[in-house]
């Protein structure tokens, strides 16, 4: 049986071909191809048999044949096979991004079918070789090999099947398939009672997407599949004529991501809104409600203020708070000044006409460092002046020299110390950063970097530079001149008046990076040959990564447009990485703890196309590259990311015209992007915990939660439809990751709300949480909030949260650290269920620093991360990320002595016993009393105490410790005393133990000496 290809598949083959262009270096999709028909020259013509996202059948029967022209007696083409090598194709023969796809070499320019039979299917298509498409991808749709049918179904006659996919022939679990009998093609559609098992869910697993219903009466019927809101309908007039069932292609009508996918996949994923994960996870605590305090005021930021407190920032007035929540002070902002204003920042900017400058609103919010208590923060004119955000009204006719944007510093006793005045020019968008380093205060305003001392006395600046300066721990400066750009031919939005009355300024970086030394003079200058390219750096990491070009230990990174060149701070090049056009750095994790750099290159712009991940090491190589979804990086869904592992929300049910009850969830997970793995994921689906009709005293609950200068529709009244009907739900989502120490946070904030907004009439639904997770994402706590959250902090184990009518709160629990044993098995069980695996482990042994940790743990067996990262001279996030992975690749294994987490090698080297004496020997003071047990058997409590140098209280309680594990034995002496031996098998491992432990505390195994 022939089956020609569906307009569908054609349609997005030919998407495909559009994007697709091939590189030796990487995968780099630009190229279209034209329509012509010389045939003076030979190309190339590669053809692939898709299934899924990135699945292609690799050992089809593939033909290539010259069109001859349209047969009017046949009623189609007449096909020629083409004469060159190698064809037919009978596999694969070139592998592209790692998909297996087939190329036909030397095909000279013309019209050619393309004809694929596997097994009894056959599919074709359609292209041309022409000059400009030897590179193009042409794909086809095919059906997955691997669909399996469960041994329990029989598919005979009297049977319809199928599997649902999505748009990229990927099979989707879990969607809700039914069948309804209807009176002929047009009929009203009644279910169909008589069949069992109707509706049904589409497998999972090995049966991912598969459906089938038994003992279907001929007739017509209409068969629906849905799944997250999205639907796919047949009509068909089943005749029962077909011996092995009837099949029903059920292609529902959006790509189903990798991540949801593999959330359907792995095992132990959970619901962290309800309460089943924490009543069965190790980790879990109840989380403890440190302190709340009512500002009655709206809250859009809080930051720690590095004295044990937290600075609060309301509409015009900045508050502090003390470690119990107490205020200590607040400060009103004068009223020439505005505290809060939208925020605009560069993305990744192109550099070159036609494009134009590439910019996010962040909304308003205040720009500010804190430093030991002092708080400096940026005030802007309370006042109407032109702008991005009204179009530069007002150009030409505003007095600017009446107007003034200053920095203020603040002490800790809310005294103000200083303003410092800024330029009054106007940048394209203001940008403006502050960072308070050592002794000085670093300003970025109006492309001039400015140095100012802790008294807010101006030491320097350093005019015309494109972004804000390096600074290095000496306070040397390394910036990037400024190039000007005309926007007025590459934009629509910008009057040229705003240009023309020169208060617009847009500049862009230059060939150029310079050195400036702590006084303020030049040190040298270096023209790197190419332009560099500014970079959107995420709000999380901008203090530290947002300057150009970056810098971190000695050496700067400059970003280009097809790569980075790192220098050292002489201005020497260390090394060149030239990856190919487009590339960026990675917004959320440029540079790691190990100088490892992460660049990014996007082959889509939806949020289902793919971006390639490389990581560099310190010499430019690339050690590890990762294909993930585009959703996982993107701005939108505020992801964090920490040592090589990415940790994302993605929000779901974002449907605006369904009743406010249909709530929005989310997927939160981590990804390992050195092995290419998801680490673990679960759901966030809290459903509606508030519903509410909006009236006057409750409307702040939303208003506080929604900036207005980013969702101005939420203003009240009945005049704003904008063509959207009264009633129609509107619905506004934040999601924010927060890793801190040993503790994942996330913040899930999710709004429905009937709009327009009519008090005492429109109803509205939401819900807000915090949830905290473990690195190993085992489930910690979750905090429900009685109404929106507008801001949040965290710190280790207390994160601090502001909620609609201006409260703060903190709330804090216990959490032990490292992995335990239910967690361990959760995660290796994830692993060994989930594809990418093998790619994960053949990497283990390729990162140096991994390999490190391996010997360490070998040579040291017992030790804790803070041993291993003193003695590897390595930090704490680094040696905690590579144990993690050991740990859930089976290289290294964790034992918790009740205090600490400790690791061992992972060869059934040591059993629980003896990792538990060797743990109770680390500790210094369990260990020494081991120690004097094993030279001194029959030691007495009072005699130990003498020789050990402590009280007898506490000699007593590490006895008891000791004796109830089975390391210590009591006995009684017919003269009444009590005496303490070592049990049989622990004299036997103390002995064989103490050669790794070595000296405790400067003492040898035998002697005395202080705990």
Not at 182 to 189: A, I, K, M, V
Not at 661 to 673: G, L
């Amino acid at each position: 049986m022939k089956t020609s290809v569906s307009l569908k598949a054609i349609l997005l083959a030919g998407l495909l071909c559009l994007l697709a262009i091939a590189s030796d270096t990487a995968c780099v999709y630009a190229q279209s191809f034209s329509n012509n028909s010389s045939e003076q020259s030979t190309g190339t013509i590669t053809f692939g048999l898709q299934y899924g996202r990135h699945e292609y059948l690799a050992d089809a029967n593939v033909a290539l044949y010259r069109m001859l022209g349209y047969n009017v007696s046949t009623g189609h083409d007449d096909l020629e096979l083409v004469n060159i090598p190698g064809n037919p194709l009978n596999a694969s023969n070139v592998v592209f991004c790692g998909d297996s796809l087939y190329r036909f070499y030397g095909v000279p320019y013309g019209d050619y079918e393309i004809v694929a039979t596997r097994e009894d299917k056959t599919w074709q298509a359609f292209t041309s070789s022409t000059p400009d498409s030897a590179d193009c991808v042409l794909s086809v749709m095919v059906d997955n090999p691997g669909n399996k049918v469960p041994g329990t179904v029989n598919l005979d006659r009297n049977t319809i099947y199928g599997w649902t996919t999505d748009i990229y022939g990927s099979n989707i679990g879990n969607a809700t398939v039914t069948l309804f009998r209807q009176n002929g093609r047009y009929g009203t559609p009644v279910l169909a009672t008589e069949i069992e098992n109707n509706p049904v869910m589409s497998g999972t697993g090995d049966y991912r997407g598969f459906y089938s219903f038994g003992n279907v009466s001929p007739g017509w019927y209409k068969l629906t599949a849905v799944k997250d809101s999205q639907i796919v309908e047949w009509v068909l007039d089943f005749r029962a004529d077909e011996e092995n069932g009837r099949r029903v292609y059920t292609t529902l009508p959006y790509g189903m991501t990798w991540l949801e996918r593999a959330v359907e996949e792995l095992p132990g994923v959970s619901n962290l809104s309800s309460d089943a994960p924490y009543a069965v996870s190790q980790n879990s605590s109840s989380p403890e409600d440190l302190w709340t305090t009512s500002l009655n005021d709206t809250i859009r930021s809080i930051t720690q203020d590095g004295k044990g407190g937290l600075f609060a920032f309301g509409q015009r007035t900045v508050y502090s708070l003390d470690e119990a929540g107490k205020q200590r002070w607040s400060y009103e902002i004068p009223s020439q000044w505005r505290l809060n204003r939208p925020c605009w920042r560069n993305l990744y900017d192109m550099n070159e006409p036609p494009y134009g400058p590439n910019l996010m609103k962040m909304g308003s919010r205040p720009i500010y460092d804190v430093k030991d208590g002092y708080l400096y923060v940026y005030l802007t004119p309370n006042a109407s002046y032109p702008t991005l955000d009204n179009d530069y009204q007002g150009a030409g006719s505003v007095d600017m020299a009446a107007l003034s944007w200053v920095v203020m510093a603040i002490s800790p006793e809310g005294k103000v110390l200083w303003t410092l005045p800024l330029p009054t020019g106007i940048e394209f968008a203001d940008t403006t950063t502050i960072r308070a380093l050592g002794d000085r205060v670093y300003v970025f305003h109006d492309y001039t970097e400015i140095v100012a001392d802790k008294n807010g006395k101006v030491l320097f600046t350093i005019p015309d530079i494109s972004d804000p300066a390096a600074v290095d721990e000496a306070g040397n400066l390394y910036v990037t001149p400024a190039t000007p750009r005309d926007m007025r031919s590459s934009t629509r939005r910008y009057t040229d008046s705003a240009f023309d009355y020169g208060i617009l300024d847009y500049r862009v970086p230059s060939r150029i990076v310079e050195a400036y030394s702590n006084d303020g003079t030049r040190s040298w200058s270096i023209d790197i040959g190419t332009e560099i390219i500014r970079q959107y750096i995420a709000e999380e990491v901008r203090q530290q990564y947002g300057s150009l070009p970056l810098y971190q230990q000695d050496t700067l990174y400059v970003p280009v447009r097809d790569g980075v060149l790192a220098y050292s701070t002489n201005g020497s090049l260390k090394w060149s990485a030239r990856m190919g056009e487009a590339y960026k750095l990675f917004m959320h994790m440029p540079i790691d703890s190990e100088n490892n750099v992460y660049l990014a290159y996007d082959e889509g712009s939806s949020s289902l196309g793919d971006t390639w991940l490389h990581v560099l090491n310190d010499e430019g190589n690339v050690i590890a590259d990762s294909r993930v979804y585009s959703e996982i990086i993107d701005s939108r869904t505020s992801p964090a990311a920490r040592d090589g592992i990415i940790y994302y929300v993605i929000t779901r049910n974002l449907d605006w015209e369904v009743p406010v009850e249909n709530m929005p969830y989310a997927i939160v997970a981590a990804y390992d992007i050195y092995n290419d793995t998801i680490l673990w994921a679960h759901t966030i689906n809290p459903g509606v915990e508030h519903e509410i009709v909006i009236d006057a005293d409750n409307v702040g609950e939303i208003t506080d939660f929604i900036d207005p200068d980013e969702y101005p529709d939420v203003l009240l009244g009945t005049n704003l439809t904008r063509g959207v009907s009264p009633g129609t739900a509107n619905r506004v989502v934040f999601t924010e990751v927060r890793p801190s120490g040993d503790v994942i946070y996330v913040s899930f904030r999710a709004l429905k709300y009937e709009y327009p907004v009519i008090l005492g009439t429109s109803r509205a639904a939401y819900a807000s949480d915090i949830y905290a997770l473990s690195l190993n994402g085992t489930p910690v706590y979750r905090t429900k909030t009685s109404s929106l959250i507008t801001a949040m902090a965290v710190n280790n184990s207390t994160v601090f949260f502001s909620t609609g009518g201006g409260n703060i709160s903190a709330v804090a629990a216990g959490i032990v650290a490292g992995l335990t044993l239910l967690a361990t098995i959760a995660i290796v069980a994830k692993f060994l269920l989930f594809g990418t695996v093998s790619r994960g482990r053949a990497r283990l042994d390729s990162n140096e620093n991994r390999n490190r940790v391996v010997a360490f743990v070998k040579e040291h067996p017992g030790s804790t991360l803070y041993e291993i990262s003193r003695s590897t001279n390595m930090n704490m996030g680094t040696v905690r990320y590579h144990a993690f992975i050991l740990s859930i690749n089976h290289k290294i294994t964790t034992f918790s002595d009740g205090k600490f987490v400790r690791y061992f090698p992972n060869s059934n080297t040591y059993s629980k016993e003896d990792q538990q004496i060797i743990s109770l020997m680390r500790r210094v003071a369990t260990g020494r009393i081991i120690n004097a047990l094993l030279d001194a058997p029959g030691i007495s409590n009072a005699d130990l105490c003498e020789r050990l140098g402590q009280p007898e209280s506490a000699i007593s309680k590490l006895l008891k410790v000791l004796t109830l594990k089975g390391i210590a034995v009591r006995e009684n002496t017919p003269d009444g005393r009590q005496i303490y031996y070592l049990s049989d098998a622990a004299v036997e491992k103390a002995a064989r133990f103490f050669r790794y432990i070595g000296d405790i505390d400067g003492t040898t195994p035998g002697s005395s000496g202080r705990f």
